[in-house]
């Protein structure tokens, strides 16, 4: 199964971005990377996923390294609301199954 | 539309009984996984229903066991309870016609005395 590590925490301002990296070093060419976020031992929650182009939606974007072996989640306008725990995440339809890492934690300071 | 609801939210029991929790999934979605997350760790894939049968499972043993229904709702078992069988246990639903996105539910906490 492929792994990712992130680091274990991280701080940010109210407003500024937050940029979380994600090394995903052994990703296989047709698996996805996910970025879920889990809010005080809440669900976990979607927010954005890529295969090789980077993405963006109204949560955040996902830049993808050309070699596929890292990635960075952009938060743009970070608030104290998306202060939580991130996981970055290597799926394959084909195991069916998410690997989860420890996360980043995330703390976004007023 | 309801998302994923999973019963019951909070439960204690003692060790050597038997829990049964419950997950319905959101609608329109075939496949249920279930996940383990221990206190400060990272949920732990348990296992996953698809059209009844479970077509991947994770490192757990057999104390943990499942079934998915006609409705695509599912249930986790777990036999002999064991003090570190305390966690936050998660459901997510998704669906074969879709990407790999899932969707959690809250989480029922199985508290082990």
């Known amino acids: 199964d492929a792994k990712t590590t992130q680091p274990t925490s991280m701080d940010c301002a109210e407003g500024r971005a937050a940029n979380l990296p994600c090394n995903h070093s052994?990703?296989?060419?047709?698996?996805?990377v996910y970025w879920y976020r889990q809010i005080h031992s809440q669900g976990p929650q979607y927010i954005i996923h890529g295969l090789k182009n980077n993405e963006t939606n109204e949560m955040a974007s996902l830049i993808i390294t050309e070699d596929r072996k890292s990635s960075t989640l952009i938060l743009p306008h970070a608030t104290l609301r998306d202060t939580a725990v991130y996981y970055c995440?290597?799926?394959?339809?084909?195991?069916?199954?998410?690997?989860f890492g420890t996360g980043t934690r995330l703390k976004v300071l007023a | 539309d309801a998302g994923v609801t999973q019963s019951p939210t909070h439960l204690i029991k003692t060790r050597g009984q038997q829990v049964t929790l419950r997950c319905s999934p959101k609608?329109?979605?075939?496949?249920v996984s279930w996940y383990q997350q221990a206190l400060g760790q990272g949920p732990q894939f348990i296992f996953q229903y698809y059209e009844e049968e479970e077509r991947q499972r994770g490192n757990f043993p057999d104390r943990f066991s499942g079934h998915q229904f006609p409705n695509y709702s599912s249930e986790l078992n777990v036999n002999a309870l064991l003090l570190g069988d305390s966690a936050l246990y998660l459901c997510a639903s998704s669906s074969v016609r879709e990407d790999g996105e899932l969707f959690f539910g809250e989480g029922s906490r199985l508290t082990v005395l």
């Open positions: 995440i290597v799926f394959s339809s084909g195991t069916y199954k998410y690997i």
């Open positions: 052994t990703i296989s060419g047709n698996e996805y």
């Open positions: 609608s329109g979605h075939d496949t």
